[in-house]
């Protein structure tokens, strides 16, 4: 599994191991979504993930509707994404790239896929549009980027 991959590289990580089932039911209800599945089970072993260059929201502390200082918050990301640009409500914000685009997990489907959005207002108000599918399971998404870092530390 990805989680001893990652683990083998402590000094490149950051995550916090001490999210509860507890702590994704308060994130459930402050986002009145339902988490399940891979990314479930990637709030368990590490809350959220700063891992080289990578950074993937998720609970960092007990607080979820506090930022915290990497601003990893999924809940308050989300949230704020909600007010400012009108994402749908199916959508978490899994990653940013502070360009503009927003990787998001969209629970619409029994299947959560990772898609890829733009950060802007769209001229008509609607949620801003879905540009791309970027993996079609959260867990197939993590590999990909978890191992492109991994080759980047093993070729420095």
């Known amino acids: ?19 509860t089932n507890e ?15 891979t990314y479930k089970q990637f709030l368990l072993d590490f809350g959220f993930l700063s891992f080289g260059g990578l950074e993937v929201f998720g ?48 629970l619409s489907s029994n299947q959560p896929q990772v898609v890829a959005i733009w950060d802007e207002q769209p001229e008509n108000d609607e949620y801003p549009p879905v540009t791309k599918i970027i993996a079609e399971t959260f867990e197939d998404f993590l590999e990909e980027y978890t191992a492109m870092e991994i080759e980047e530390f093993d070729s420095l």
């Open 1 to 19: 599994m990805i989680k001893q991959e990652i683990l083998k590289y402590p000094n490149e990580l950051e995550y916090y191991p001490k999210v």
């Open 59 to 106: 609970i960092p502390h007990e607080n979820i509707l506090k930022q915290n200082e990497d601003c990893t918050n999924v809940v308050v990301n989300t949230l704020e994404s909600r007010e400012e640009i009108n994402l749908q409500e199916s959508l978490l914000v899994i990653h940013n790239f502070g360009n503009g685009e927003l990787y998001c997990l969209d």
């Open 23 to 37: 702590l994704i039911t308060k994130a459930e209800d402050a986002l009145n979504v339902k988490i399940t599945g």
